[in-house]
C-alpha cells in the first residue's frame, strides 16, 4: 500500500515564481493536512480539510492556498514564492473525525532562492 | 508560552539504556497524547497514543500520562541504535474534528 504520496521529493524553485506540491492519498481517509516543518519550530499546521470539498486555515496559513476536489488529493500551492517558504513540507492524513493517528508522505524539500 | 514544550536535546545514550523523553501541555482540554518518530529526511511515523491518563505499554515502548501534572512521557527500554530518530509528542482535544498540537521534537542517539 502506497499510503501518501508526495511530489515532488524535492525542488529548487526561484522567488516569484509560483509552484504547487501534490499529494496523494490511497486510504480514503476523510481528513488531509499540509505542515510545513523549519528547525527549531517543529512541525506547524498550514491548511487542512476534514472532508472533500472543505478546507481550513491552519497557524501559518499566508502564502499558500489548498483545494480539495476529491477523496484522494490535497495539493498545496504558493503562488508567489518568497525565500522565508524555504522548507519541508508534510502531507499528512488521518481516517475519522478524533484524530488520533495521522499518516505522513515523506516530503518535499522546498528551497527558495 | 507554546501549548505543548518540548526539550529539542539531542539526548546521547548507550545502547542499551533506558531512555525518558517527556513533554508538558499547557492546555488541559487536550485528551489524546501521541508519540511519533521520525528518521531523518522521513515523515513521522505514530509510535503509540493514549487517551487520558495511565499508561501503556507496546513492546520496549511506554507512553505515560499524567493530565494532573500536564506531562507526558515515553520510556525506551534497551534503547537500540535503529532508535535513534527524533520523536515528537503530539495532543489533541476529543471535539468534533481538531487538529494535532505537536512538540518541536527531541532527538534521540543511541550509540553502539
Not at chain 2, 520496549?60 to 520523536?87: M, N
Request: net charge neutral; charged share 15%; with cysteine.
Amino acid at each position: 500500500t502506497a499510503g501518501i504520496t508526495q511530489a515532488p521529493t524535492s525542488q529548487i524553485l526561484a522567488a516569484g515564481r509560483s509552484m504547487t506540491l501534490r499529494c496523494t492519498q490511497d486510504m480514503r481517509h476523510n481528513a488531509m493536512y499540509w505542515y510545513r516543518q523549519d528547525l527549531g519550530l517543529g512541525l506547524r499546521l498550514i491548511h487542512y480539510s476534514n472532508t472533500a470539498g472543505t478546507t481550513g486555515k491552519g497557524e501559518v496559513p499566508d502564502g499558500y492556498s489548498v483545494s480539495r476536489a476529491n477523496t484522494d488529493d490535497f495539493p498545496l500551492t504558493l503562488a508567489s514564492a518568497v525565500p522565508s517558504q524555504t522548507s519541508v513540507y508534510f502531507c499528512a492524513s488521518s481516517p475519522g473525525v478524533v484524530n488520533t493517528e495521522a499518516f505522513f508522505g515523506q516530503g518535499t524539500r522546498l528551497t527558495v532562492v | 508560552q507554546k501549548e505543548v514544550e518540548q526539550d529539542p536535546g539531542p539526548l546521547s545514550v548507550p545502547e542499551g539504556a533506558i531512555v525518558s523523553l517527556n513533554c508538558t501541555y499547557s492546555n488541559s482540554a487536550f485528551q489524546y497524547f501521541m508519540w511519533y518518530r521520525q528518521y531523518s529526511r522521513k515523515g513521522p511515523e505514530l509510535l503509540m497514543y493514549t487517551y487520558s491518563s495511565g499508561n501503556k505499554e507496546d513492546g520496549r515502548f511506554t507512553a505515560q500520562v499524567d493530565k494532573s501534572s500536564k506531562y507526558i512521557s515515553l520510556f525506551i527500554r534497551d534503547s537500540q541504535p535503529s532508535d535513534s530518530a527524533t520523536y515528537l509528542c503530539a495532543m489533541i482535544y476529543p471535539s468534533g474534528y481538531s487538529t494535532l498540537t505537536f512538540g518541536k521534537g527531541t532527538m534521540l542517539l543511541v550509540s553502539p
